[in-house]
Nanobody, 115 residues
Framework: QVRLVESGGGLVQPGGSLNVSCAAS????????MGWYRQALGKQRELVAI???????NYADSVKGRFTISRDNAKKTVYLQMKSLKPEDTAVYSC?????????WGRGTQVTVSS
């Protein structure tokens, strides 16, 4: 069984920075793509960023230049560094990880950007 646990998130003022992380644990043989999605209240879930097993990254246009995704394979952890945060970045951020032959979702962590 595989478990994803997110940490970080919280309340930050516009223009501020925040980091979130997602650690995988359990019976893990292989980890493939690791990504972050977000869902704002009343809106559809959207892809924020993704990183492949070889380190290639892709970002939503709305976060390019402000967010950075990275991973530590030894720690089985994916990170999302968020800078220059805007109120429209407010959402529940969830990690999505390919492990063994399945995909798993984290429970999500709230990021709120407000003054």
């Amino acid at each position: 069984q595989v478990r994803l646990v997110e940490s970080g998130g919280g309340l930050v003022q516009p223009g501020g920075s925040l980091n979130v992380s997602c650690a995988a644990s359990g019976s893990i043989f292989s980890i493939y793509n690791m990504g972050w999605y977000r869902q704002a209240l009343g809106k559809q879930r959207e892809l924020v960023a993704i990183i492949t097993s070889d380190g290639s990254t892709n970002y939503a246009d709305s976060v390019k230049g402000r967010f950075t995704i990275s991973r530590d394979n030894a720690k089985k952890t994916v990170y999302l560094q968020m800078k220059s945060l805007k109120p429209e970045d407010t959402a529940v951020y969830s990690c999505y990880v390919g492990v063994n032959d399945s995909w798993y979702w984290g429970r999500g962590t709230q990021v709120t950007v407000s003054s």
